[in-house]
Each structure stands twice: as C-alpha cells, then as structure tokens.
C-alpha cells in the first residue's frame, strides 16, 4: 500500500491530529515538543509543506476553530487562540488570544476538551470533586464569557470525565439569550468518564419561575445565563 503524504519534521509524540473543516488537504498535529503545525498534505516536498507552526507547550488538544483559526491547549491547562495565515505565509500573524490557565478561571480542576455544535465552539471543563461539566462557548478575538455557560450536574459522580460530544442532529446548545429555551429544549450533550459509563444530558425540564431556563430568559443583562442539565 502506498502511502499518500508523509512527514518527519515532527519530532516528538504526537498528541493532536486535526483537518481543516473546509480544505481537507490542510492538516494540523500537535505534540509534545510544543509545536502545533499545519502541512498541506498535497504537497511532497516535507520542507514545503509546512505551511505554518506555533509554538505553545506540551499539546493536550489542539485543532481548527472554524476555518480561519485554531486553539491550541496544553498539558498544564493554557489555552490559547491562533489566526491561520494559509493563504500567505509571509503574512504577520495577529497577537493570539492568550486566555492562560483554565482552572482558576473557570474554575474548574481539568478541562475536557474544545468541541463544535452548530456554528460555536465550546470550551468543556471538568470538576470531579464537585461532579460537574461547565461548557462555555469561544470567541476569537475576546475573553471567555464566563456569564454565559452551560452546567451538566452530576457528571459521573467524583470520576474524570474524558470525553465529550454534541448531538448535532437537534442542532447547537447555545444560541442567543432570547432563543436559549427553545434550542436547549430538546438537545442532548453525551459525556463519557473513567466509572465506565457513558451519560447522556438533557435540559432540567422547564417549572414555572423556578426553572433555570425560565430564569435565563428573564435575567437582566449581565447577570449570569447558568444553563443546567440533568442526566437520564
């Protein structure tokens, strides 16, 4: 079997592999010796392929976030959000988005992983002593906006959670603040942690005045929109 595309220049252990969302030929890989690097894999030539490189940390995660950017997460928490500079590699890159360590801001004790649903993407961090996911959506560009967040309780009681996905079939699970309701009420988020279980959540179930969701909708701008799911 022949290969189609190879490379080198990566010298240590990969810990990321990522397609550009729109380009397939574009690919991204992350590894321990910190680098985040993106190669076109049409290309055979190793030293030309490299398209560009972005030095951070140890990479736990990394990938495209949508087609014009990437996030790059390390071992020790820091996340940080690139522009691509494709289309010109002689380009200045614009300063990142260096949000730092994730735990004191969020807080939470890990974070998960970086996902997309619907056109956001979405920051996931776990909290085993207190049983809990927060997910909160990305910007590049702009700090996290802690104010608005999604909360799944109960999440795989004090175990790590490992792995995390959206259904995208009912479509994104967040939205603007007026439409919040609507879309959360039929989405489901799947998680899956080191009890050995896989849990699938879905919005607290709507009760008048009481109802996270309720109260959501009615809070005055700039009090926190805390979204809550139940698991069953």
């Given amino acids: 079997m022949r290969m189609r595309w190879q490379n080198t220049e990566l010298n240590d252990e990969i810990t990321a592999l990522d397609f ?24 055979v030539e190793e030293e030309d392929s490299l398209l560009q490189a972005v030095n951070h940390g140890p990479i736990h995660k990394a990938g495209f976030l949508g087609v014009s950017d990437l996030y790059a997460l390390s071992s020790d928490q820091n996340l940080a959000l690139h522009s691509l500079t494709l289309e010109d590699t002689d380009a200045i890159e614009p300063s990142p988005n260096q949000l730092g360590d994730l735990r004191p801001l969020i807080p939470c004790e890990y974070v998960i992983d970086i996902f997309r649903t619907g056109p956001d993407h979405v920051v996931a961090c776990g909290s085993h002593s207190k049983s809990r996911v927060d997910l909160v959506k990305l910007h590049r560009g702009s700090q996290l906006d802690l104010n608005e967040r999604i909360v799944l309780e109960n999440a795989h009681s ?8 959206a259904d995208e079939v009912v479509g994104c ?33 709507p009760q008048p005045v009481s109802s996270p969701l309720t109260a959501a909708s009615k809070s005055k701008k700039g009090a926190p929109v805390d979204a809550r799911y139940k698991p069953y």
Wanted: net charge negative.
């Fill in 158 to 165: 004090e175990e790590v959670v490992r792995s995390i996905v």
């Fill in 20 to 43: 550009h969302p729109a380009r397939d030929n574009v690919l991204l890989a992350g590894g321990d010796d910190g680098l985040v690097s993106i190669f076109d894999t049409q290309i």
């Fill in 173 to 205: 699970i967040y939205d603007e603040l007026a439409l919040i309701a609507d879309r959360l009420q039929n989405g489901v988020i799947f998680t899956a942690g080191e009890d050995g279980r896989i849990a699938a959540f879905r919005p607290v179930d």
